[in-house]
């Protein structure tokens, strides 16, 4: 009964069907890192893959990512979820970071964000809308 009510509500909600490919749940080695807030930038965004993801709470999942090295800088612009009765899809955009006046990392920059989720996590499969 419970799953149905769930259904319900996010068809009444949703406009697309959840697409992607499952990925890992994130392991100890991603927790304690600081989490990206999403800028909502809309200018020159380009996707990202997700490297694992974790519920964190009822309706609240954590996901690990890589930000893309150097030379430029970039940050978290936005982040979108399609949500069904059985699944969860996540894209991350990302954008350059206009005059940062610095150098940027080289390498991928592990980071985290955090979304909360219009029902709760439950079974359902966690996907990386950007695969």
Sequence with gaps: MHRAAIAALLVLT?????TGFAVEECNTS?????ALIA?????DQQMIPIACMRPVDEKRISIGLEMPPGPDCYELASVELVESADSVEVTLFVSVIDDIGGSC????VRSVT?????APVGDRTLLDGSR
């Design 114 to 118: 955090e979304v909360d989720l219009q």
């Design 14 to 18: 949703a406009c697309a069907m959840p």
């Design 39 to 43: 800028t909502g930038k809309t200018a």
């Design 105 to 108: 990392s080289p390498e991928p």
């Design 30 to 34: 991603w927790r304690g890192i600081n």
